[in-house]
Structures are given as structure tokens and as C-alpha cells.
């Protein structure tokens, strides 16, 4: 991925947007149904990137599929740029939501998930990756909660690389009771891929362990 | 009100295939049997209000124009970021419905009560806000919001005028004399009550966002100008003064004060401790003009 080192201005959060390449790139190269052309079909499948901060990794990859082009990776966070610290919708194409504040992109991915299904794209699937130090913020927990009780069929990933202060004592799949899991290697794209693929009638949970 | 809402909402579920209702347990029961007929389109998430709003941003994303109830200080006050950033900041809308409003919940306590709902709403961009004044005027108010996209506030409350203004959309003059007294939504009736022996100018909205400017200056009597609003007291006062900018005037904003009453009681007594009765209106107003 040497897109992702023309992605120069995210020093900061750095460890976060490597953390999420593996993922990204197995999504976008053999998971997803989208595309550049299809980015507006109403049926495509959905995916949120709620741990938006760190989002090197996500450009490199929406640049690499060819949903904006490569040149605008060179000037992140630049005045002129499209491409922010966190991303948003309304500037780059490809992009499903706007993040950055921790702890929004689960619930709006069940009323994505809701909305999809109650205008009959039962076969579009909805995806949402978090960070496992995003899961301390108490709205996630209303959404886990919510989906398993409706048995709503999304599929959240946590990548796990052991960044939340006060840890998550059991582990991340003791907080998603009800859910389907899998913990695969964070780096092993033909694993994450095979957790990725499996749909049940209840929500999934994929932990990327790193 | 809430009758109103409950039964106009069913009615735009049935007619309308676009249309959702997300709830947090309130008013649960009273639409559990359009629930029974739209499972896949009225969720009940369960004590959860940021979830309700990030639900109604995901719904909206998809193309679906989402409908949330609760509780005002539940519905707005503690779901703020929710609003800002799961509505605005993804470039979708929605129509939220309110009760509770300032006080109705009076004997609740300040949990229960949201006088600072529409400020918080100020900060944020695009938000049409309604506060109908009577009954009849929610069921339009409804039936409009749920023909396009755009961001929508409607705040019900038990407090409510004799007559409805199905007009309010814009700034009505209802009685003309000296000075202008703006009445917002409930508030028509006290301040009519209250202004009954002086020479004012009496106008009517049950819509103060986007704030009807043009008609405000049309309405200005001489160079003094009285807001009375059911919810914090100075709430428009922004407004007022930019839609009055280059205009010599003064202002009195009246409306539901910033220190809690640490009080239960009914909204009768709130609004006699907020000087929002008649009474108290009186006393205020005839100050300010004399």
C-alpha cells in the first residue's frame, strides 16, 4: 500500500490508521458491493467507518478503488482538500458518513440496516468497523443492545490493538451478547475475509485482534 | 396535542411508505397498533434516546424520512450531539416531536422539562421549528414535514389557545394598535389576556424558526418590541436584533427564566413563578412601555 504513505499529513493518529488497513482493504477488494459508479444505488451495500479518526488507511484504500482520485491523498487536511483528519460524506465520494466524535457510526448503522430492509434491499448488507477504545462510549452499548434484541442482521468489526485505558476486562465478545462472533488476525486478510462472509439471522461481530 | 400527533402520525405511516417512527418507550402503547400493521417501519428501541437519533440519521441516509418522539429533555437536551452530527453533519433531516415542552411535566421536576430545547436548536444549522399554539394546527404542521428532507422540530405541549391559526406559519397581526407584542405558539392567549386594556399591536406564530423577519418589520409599530415565548426567555433575541438592525428599538423578551424553580406543583404555578401568566405579563409588558 504505498498510497498510504502519500497520505503524509496523519501523524497523529497513525497507529489507528494502519491498525484498520487489512480490514479496509479485504472489504473493499472482496467483500462490499460497491463500486465508483454504483456509490448512489440505493441497494448498495453499506459500509461506516465510525472510528474516524486515523483514516489514512480508508482514503488510501477509496483512492486505491478509484472512488476519488490518488492525487488528493497528497494534501489531507489541506484547506484545498476534500480529505479531513475525519472524513465526511458530503466531501468525499465513496464516503457513507461522516465521523470523528466516537460512538455514532453503530446506531446509525442499524437505522441504515432498519431502513434498508423496510424498503426491501433484504440482500444489501451493512457494515460498521469501531475501534475497541470507541467502545467506551455508552452509545454503542445502546445499539449492541438493541440489535440482538431484533436480531438485526449487520455486522460490526472492532479492530482490538489493546488501546482502551481501562481495557476491556473478559474481552470485547462478553460485551456483545447475542451476537455472532468471530476474533480473527487482524492481519490475516484470508481469515477476515471468511468471517466477513458468513451471515446470520442475528447481528455479527468480528473482532481484528492485532 | 399529543392526541393529535399520535393519531395524524399513524395516518402518514399508513399513506406514506417513506415515512418511519422511532421511539424511546414513550408513547409506545398509544401506537402499538400501527406498529402491529408497520413493523418494519415503527422501532421502538427501547430506553435508549441517542440510539433514537442515531437510528433516524441511518433511516434518513437511506432515503426514508424518519419521525422521533420523546420527552423534549430527552428528545433534545440529551441527545445534542446526536442532532448535530447524526442529522446535519451527514447532510439528512428529520422531524422530531416533542412533549413535555418547558413545564407541562411540572410535578415530574426539572428532569422532566426542557426550556432550553429551541437555544440548543439555534446553534445548529436549517432547523424549522413549531410550536403550535393549538390543537389543530399540528396535524398541517405534521402532514407538511413529511413531504420533503429537511430538518424539522415540532414542540407539543398541554398549554394551548382557544382558537387554532392554521395561518401561524408566518407572522399574523391579530390586533392592531401601538407597540408590537409577538406571541409564540401557547403563548397567544395570556398575552392576549394580559394586553387586553393596552394600546399594543398582538402577533400570532406557531413557526419562530426560521423566524418570520420580514413580517416582523412589517408588524413594528413605532420602536418597541415585546417577545413573549414559551420556552427560555431571550431565545430570539438574536433574531429580533438582526431582523431590527439599522432600526433605532428597544426589546423586552419574556419567557421561561434560566434559574430552575425548585418547585412540583402544575404549569399554571410554573407559569405564575416564570411570570408567564396573564398577570405577570401584564406586570412586565406595561413596565417596559411605561
Do not use: C
Not at chain 1, 484498520?20 to 451495500?45: A, M, N, Q
Amino acid at each position: 500500500m504505498k498510497l498510504l504513505s502519500r497520505v503524509t499529513a496523519d501523524v497523529k493518529h497513525s497507529p489507528s490508521a494502519h491498525s484498520t488497513l487489512d480490514v479496509l482493504w479485504v472489504l473493499y477488494d472482496r467483500v462490499l458491493r460497491i463500486t465508483p459508479e454504483t456509490v448512489d444505488d440505493p441497494g448498495r451495500d453499506r459500509f461506516f467507518l465510525s472510528k474516524g479518526h486515523g483514516p489514512a488507511a480508508y482514503y488510501a484504500v477509496l483512492a486505491a478503488k478509484g472512488f476519488f482520485p490518488e492525487e488528493w491523498l497528497d494534501d489531507m487536511g489541506g484547506w484545498d482538500s476534500p480529505l479531513g483528519h475525519h472524513p465526511d460524506r458530503v466531501l468525499v465520494p465513496g464516503v457513507e458518513v461522516g465521523t470523528g466524535s466516537l460512538g455514532h457510526g453503530l446506531g446509525i448503522a442499524v437505522g441504515a440496516a432498519l431502513g434498508l430492509r423496510a424498503q426491501g434491499y433484504l440482500d444489501t448488507r451493512t457494515f460498521v468497523l469501531l475501534g475497541d477504545a470507541e467502545l467506551d462510549e455508552g452509545s454503542n452499548h445502546e445499539a449492541i443492545a438493541y440489535a440482538a434484541a431484533i436480531r438485526l442482521p449487520i455486522t460490526a468489526i472492532v479492530i482490538d490493538n489493546q488501546s482502551s485505558t481501562h481495557g476491556w476486562p473478559g474481552g470485547i465478545p462478553a460485551r456483545f451478547p447475542n451476537w455472532g462472533v468471530s476474533v480473527v488476525n487482524g492481519r490475516d486478510r484470508d481469515e477476515i475475509e471468511r468471517s466477513l462472509r458468513v451471515v446470520e439471522n442475528r447481528p455479527r461481530l468480528v473482532v481484528a485482534a492485532l | 396535542m399529543r392526541e393529535t400527533f399520535i393519531a395524524t402520525t399513524t395516518a402518514i405511516l399508513e399513506e406514506d411508505p417513506r415515512t418511519a417512527l422511532v421511539l424511546a418507550d414513550i408513547s409506545a402503547d398509544s401506537f402499538a397498533a400501527a406498529q402491529r400493521r408497520h413493523p418494519d417501519r415503527v422501532l421502538n428501541v427501547g430506553i435508549r434516546e441517542q440510539l433514537m437519533a442515531g437510528v433516524g440519521g441511518g433511516l434518513a441516509l437511506t432515503g426514508m424520512r424518519p419521525f422521533l418522539h420523546s420527552y423534549a429533555p430527552f428528545l433534545i437536551d440529551r441527545t445534542y450531539e446526536q442532532i448535530k452530527l447524526d442529522f446535519a453533519h451527514q447532510d439528512v433531516g428529520a422531524v422530531l416531536v416533542s412533549i413535555g415542552a418547558s413545564y407541562d411535566a411540572a410535578a415530574e421536576g426539572y428532569t422532566h422539562q426542557s426550556p432550553g430545547d429551541v437555544a440548543l436548536l439555534d446553534t445548529l444549522d436549517g432547523w424549522t421549528v413549531h410550536v403550535p399554539g393549538h390543537r389543530d394546527e399540528v396535524a398541517p404542521i405534521l402532514r407538511a414535514a413529511a413531504r420533503h428532507d429537511d430538518r424539522v422540530y415540532v414542540r407539543l405541549s398541554t398549554q394551548e389557545n382557544s382558537h387554532a391559526h392554521l395561518d401561524g406559519g408566518t407572522l399574523r397581526v391579530l390586533r392592531h394598535g401601538g407597540p408590537l407584542v409577538v406571541a409564540v405558539g401557547p403563548m397567544l392567549d395570556p398575552v392576549l389576556e394580559a394586553t387586553r386594556d393596552l394600546d399594543v399591536t398582538v402577533a400570532y406564530t406557531h413557526t419562530p424558526r426560521p423566524l418570520d423577519t420580514a413580517g416582523l418589520r412589517a408588524a413594528l409599530n413605532g420602536d418597541e418590541i415585546v417577545v413573549v415565548e414559551p420556552y427560555a426567555e431571550g431565545t430570539s433575541a438574536h433574531l429580533v436584533s438582526a431582523a431590527l438592525s439599522g432600526l433605532p428599538h428597544r426589546s423586552l423578551h419574556l419567557g421561561v427564566g434560566r434559574a430552575e424553580v425548585r418547585r412540583y406543583g402544575s404549569r399554571h404555578d410554573h407559569a405564575r413563578a416564570h411570570g408567564l401568566d396573564p398577570a405577570g405579563l401584564h406586570r412586565s409588558i406595561e413596565a417596559f412601555l411605561n
